[in-house]
């Protein structure tokens, strides 16, 4: 069994940076005590740590870490040690340049900042297989060791020579002919006809952007090479640590909100052994309702959740605020409760900080920190994480416990690449992840489980998928959408349908056979409005705004849910249901509002409700083991709300029973209800 299957524990903790106090002994002694203090277990240690793992090129001083690791040790913690390749060591880039990137203007970038090595470079990757190596040597069997943390937030490109010639080899091995990459790159428009491997560059704003099959190839490309890269970190600890699991920290921007888009995750997803994330929603901001923010954040976690449908991690999140957000807001009392508990609820099994301590100097030296600048127990941040300990030694029994969902709603990242490319629509901004949520909304908001899930996962266990504005779609994509509804699925789908084939190439001959047969319409013109222009669809007996996209569409088959009211399209159909096989299809061809998607979904989908009921902007999530159900119910409003409990439930996160019948539930306030599941 692996160290983490063995930690009863949810993890508690985050990121720990000794490195940067070796000068002052008694903090390092301090911090120690400290973490007990705050309730806490669990630290990653040596992110950016190489400058002084290995102060000079081959000298190694492992001394200060083996203290480190065995202090946490003795207060019963665990470590995830992570390997440096984040960040190098100066020496590193002034004997060897070729491990700094280059970017996208082909300027060669100096030593400094971090993330920003090259990918390729034998160098590098032979520097990072040896030091990873003597972690793996030095610690694999260290009792402390419960995870190994590759590298840090993975991104960005490198467009040296190295990675160019790479791209080529890559290409060559997809294509094996330049007349069928030319082909799928569309590469006459302009004469950019390529006529020798040599030829292909990197898309760059000096020299080509326009070619989109090229610029679909080189993101593709950076995923891959990106996790070629992690792979190949990852060879000491498979081969001498095969017991312990291996992740690496993805990312999300909460604020869109959507995975961080310069990699696919759906497949680097395949190759950890647990997904984790850092999440910084930006609480209390002045453009949008706490409980709204909060639906973000439960997307996201959603995300990562179905990547591998299981519990994930939050790798980091703050204890306090950030210093990177437009403004940086600090947490209202009870906020950090809250907000940890939400993830909680989404399926994380770890509440783990940026950062334990806040460093002195350089840019984060504002950033929140468990251990402030006064280094004071007592303060706020420091007693509201010591309190969160408590609660999640109370609650633990929740780990491992996993979300049901019947409801999937599909995000895919190529799509998102292929639309951003697109110039047509609004040109802009096609608002794919924007117009994701507001779909998930409807299930936030009625307490409704989702799996946010990527294309190339099984539906069948679904009742409803929806899929909007799924651009870009292969053969094989619209073929599973198909054989879903054929065998009695539910399938939602949009405007910006169907456009492009996976080398975003346009289907000819109008919009594709297969699935004007699955909706039983075509898809005869798209419509882009001004922002401030609408339409209107009268449907179930009422009328709503259309704005931004009206497809003009043609039923064939299907029957019309909703007409649009004006312009030369006006009694035209614009909602559609059909029955395909033995399930049925559902086709919106205009963006509405959330009005619509109220009244269309409690249309289209029903489903029992999770036993506690709740006002607007409390929010019910569940998660199930072994025959319980840990429902979690969580205040993400400024006033007290009432919830109605239809029996007898203990909550776990205070011990409390709370008796059947109406509650108040404070601001921020939340329970871990817990049910044992009726027979079926
Ligand atoms: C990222 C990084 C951390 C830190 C935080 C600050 O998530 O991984 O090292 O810079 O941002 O929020
Ligand atoms: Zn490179």
Same mark, same amino acid.
């Given at each position: 069994?692996?160290?983490?299957?063995?930690?009863?524990?949810?993890?508690?903790?985050?990121?720990?940076?000794?490195?940067?106090?070796?000068?002052?002994?008694?903090?390092?002694?301090?911090?120690?005590?400290?973490?007990?203090?705050?309730?806490?277990?669990?630290?990653?240690?040596?992110?950016?740590?190489?400058?002084?793992?290995?102060?000079?090129?081959?000298?190694?001083?492992?001394?200060?870490?083996?203290?480190?690791?065995?202090?946490?040790?003795?207060?019963?913690?665990?470590?995830?040690?992570?390997?440096?390749?984040?960040?190098?060591?100066?020496?590193?880039?002034?004997?060897?340049?070729?491990?700094?990137?280059?970017?996208?203007?082909?300027?060669?970038?100096?030593?400094?900042?971090?993330?920003?090595?090259?990918?390729?470079?034998?160098?590098?990757?032979?520097?990072?297989?040896?030091?990873?190596?003597?972690?793996?040597?030095?610690?694999?069997?260290?009792? !402390?060791?419960?995870? $190994? #943390?590759?590298?840090? =937030?993975?991104?960005?490109?490198?467009?040296?020579? /190295?990675?160019?010639? &790479?791209?080529?080899?890559?290409?060559?091995?997809?294509?094996?002919?330049?007349?069928?990459?030319?082909?799928?790159?569309?590469?006459?428009?302009?004469?950019?006809?390529?006529?020798?491997?040599?030829?292909?560059?990197?898309?760059?704003?000096?020299?080509?952007?326009?070619?989109?099959?090229?610029?679909?190839?080189?993101?593709?490309?950076?995923?891959?090479?990106?996790?070629?890269?992690?792979?190949?970190?990852?060879?000491?600890?498979?081969?001498?640590?095969?017991?312990?699991?291996?992740?690496?920290?993805?990312?999300?921007?909460?604020?869109?909100?959507?995975?961080?888009?310069?990699?696919?995750?759906?497949?680097?997803?395949?190759?950890?052994?647990?997904?984790?994330?850092? !999440?910084?929603?930006? $609480? #209390?901001?002045?453009? =949008?309702?706490?409980?709204?923010?909060?639906?973000? /954040?439960?997307?996201? &976690?959603?995300?990562?959740?179905?990547?591998?449908?299981?519990?994930?991690?939050?790798?980091?999140?703050?204890?306090?605020?950030?210093?990177?957000?437009?403004?940086?807001?600090?947490?209202?009392?009870?906020?950090?409760?809250?907000?940890?508990?939400?993830?909680?609820?989404?399926?994380?099994?770890?509440?783990?900080?940026?950062?334990?301590?806040?460093?002195?100097?350089?840019?984060?030296?504002?950033?929140?920190?468990?251990?402030?600048?006064?280094?004071?127990?007592?303060?706020?941040?420091?007693?509201?994480?010591?309190?969160?300990?408590?609660?999640?030694?109370?609650?633990?029994?929740?780990?491992?416990?996993?979300?049901?969902?019947?409801v999937?709603l599909l995000?895919?990242?190529?799509?998102?690449?292929?639309?951003?490319?697109?110039?047509?629509?609004?040109?802009?901004?096609?608002?794919?992840?924007?117009?994701?949520?507001?779909h998930?909304?409807?299930?936030?908001?009625?307490?409704?489980?989702?799996?946010?899930?990527?294309?190339?996962?099984?539906?069948?266990?679904?009742?409803l998928v929806i899929a909007p504005?799924?651009?870009?779609?292969?053969?094989?994509?619209?073929?599973?959408?198909?054989?879903?509804?054929?065998?009695?699925?539910h399938l939602v789908s949009t405007?910006?349908t169907?456009?492009?084939?996976?080398?975003?190439?346009?289907?000819?001959?109008?919009?594709?056979?297969?699935?004007?047969?699955?909706f039983?319409?075509?898809?005869?013109?798209?419509?882009?409005?001004?922002?401030?222009?609408?339409?209107?669809?009268?449907?179930?007996?009422?009328?709503?705004?259309?704005?931004?996209?009206?497809?003009?569409?043609?039923?064939?088959?299907?029957?019309?849910?909703?007409?649009?009211?004006?312009?030369?399209?006006?009694?035209?159909?614009?909602v559609?249901e059909?029955?395909?096989?033995?399930?049925r299809s559902y086709f919106i061809?205009?963006?509405?509002?959330?009005?619509?998607l109220?009244?269309f979904y409690?249309?289209v989908y029903?489903?029992?409700?999770?036993?506690?009921?709740?006002?607007?902007?409390?929010?019910?999530?569940?998660?199930?083991?072994?025959?319980?159900?840990?429902?979690?119910?969580?205040?993400?409003?400024?006033?007290?709300?009432?919830?109605?409990?239809?029996?007898?439930?203990?909550?776990?996160?205070?011990?409390?029973?709370?008796?059947?019948?109406?509650?108040?539930?404070?601001?921020?306030?939340?329970?871990?209800?817990?049910?044992?599941?009726?027979?079926?």
């Open positions: 069994m692996s160290k983490y299957t063995q930690e009863r524990r949810l993890l508690h903790g985050g990121d720990y940076n000794p490195d940067q106090w070796l000068h002052c002994p008694d903090i390092l002694t301090e911090d120690i005590a400290l973490m007990r203090d705050a309730n806490t277990n669990t630290f990653s240690l040596g992110i950016f740590a190489w400058a002084k793992l290995e102060p000079q090129e081959g000298v190694f001083d492992f001394a200060w870490l083996d203290t480190v690791i065995n202090r946490i040790e003795a207060i019963g913690g665990n470590v995830i040690l992570a390997t440096p390749s984040g960040a190098r060591p100066a020496w590193m880039s002034a004997k060897y340049p070729e491990v700094l990137r280059v970017n996208e203007r082909r300027e060669k970038q100096l030593h400094g900042a971090r993330h920003n090595h090259c990918f390729s470079s034998p160098i590098y990757r032979e520097k990072v297989q040896i030091i990873n190596r003597k972690l793996a040597e030095r610690y694999g069997d260290h009792k !402390a060791l419960l995870m $190994w #943390h590759i590298s840090n =937030e993975y991104g960005g490109d490198c467009h040296c020579n /190295l990675c160019q010639e &790479n791209f080529r080899t890559w290409l060559k091995s997809k294509y094996q002919t330049l007349e069928r990459l030319n082909r799928a790159w569309w590469a006459d428009f302009w004469s950019h006809t390529l006529t020798d491997w040599n030829q292909i560059e990197s898309p760059s704003s000096i020299g080509e952007t326009g070619v989109h099959g090229l610029n679909l190839d080189w993101r593709r490309f950076v995923t891959d090479q990106t996790i070629d890269f992690y792979l190949e970190e990852c060879r000491p600890f498979r081969e001498l640590t095969p017991d312990v699991e291996i992740t690496t920290n993805f990312m999300g921007e909460v604020m869109e909100p959507h995975p961080f888009a310069g990699l696919d995750y759906a497949k680097f997803a395949e190759v950890v052994d647990i997904v984790s994330w850092d !999440a910084y929603p930006n $609480w #209390h901001n002045d453009y =949008e309702t706490t409980a709204h923010l909060a639906s973000k /954040l439960a997307f996201l &976690n959603d995300y990562f959740r179905a990547l591998k449908d299981k519990p994930f991690l939050i790798m980091e999140s703050t204890p306090s605020l950030v210093n990177w957000h437009p403004v940086n807001k600090a947490k209202r009392p009870g906020m950090h409760l809250l907000s940890s508990i939400a993830t909680l609820a989404h399926g994380s099994d770890s509440v783990l900080y940026f950062q334990w301590r806040k460093s002195r100097g350089s840019s984060e030296k504002f950033h929140g920190a468990v251990v402030d600048h006064d280094q004071s127990r007592e303060n706020r941040v420091f007693q509201e994480v010591s309190e969160l300990g408590r609660i999640l030694e109370n609650i633990k029994e929740i780990k491992g416990a996993n979300t049901r969902a019947k999937a995000y895919d990242t190529e799509n998102k690449w292929a639309l951003d490319d697109a110039q047509a629509y609004v040109r802009a901004d096609k608002q794919y992840a924007e117009t994701l949520h507001m998930y909304k409807y299930f936030w908001d009625n307490n409704i489980a989702v799996d946010v899930i990527t294309k190339d996962k099984p539906l069948d266990r679904y009742q504005m799924l651009y870009m779609m292969e053969a094989a994509v619209i073929e599973k959408l198909r054989s879903y509804v054929a065998h009695g699925g405007y910006l169907g456009k492009v084939d996976e080398n975003d190439l346009v289907y000819q001959g109008g919009w594709p056979v297969p699935l004007s047969e699955l039983g319409v075509n898809v005869l013109e798209t419509d882009t409005l001004y922002p401030k222009d609408r339409n209107s669809i009268a449907a179930f007996g009422s009328e709503f705004a259309a704005m931004d996209y009206c497809e003009i569409i043609q039923t064939a088959g299907a029957m019309p849910l909703g007409t649009y009211q004006a312009d030369f399209y006006q009694e035209t159909p614009a559609t059909h029955a395909f096989g033995r399930g061809a205009a963006r509405t509002g959330p009005d619509f109220n009244a409690s249309f029903r489903e029992e409700s999770r036993g506690v009921e709740a006002e607007a902007g409390v929010s019910v999530a569940v998660r199930e083991k072994d025959g319980v159900a840990y429902i979690f119910v969580m205040n993400f409003t400024e006033s007290a709300q009432s919830i109605h409990l239809p029996e007898r439930m203990l909550d776990i996160a205070t011990g409390n029973t709370l008796e059947q019948g109406t509650h108040e539930l404070p601001v921020y306030g939340f329970h871990v209800l817990k049910r044992a599941k009726k027979e079926a």
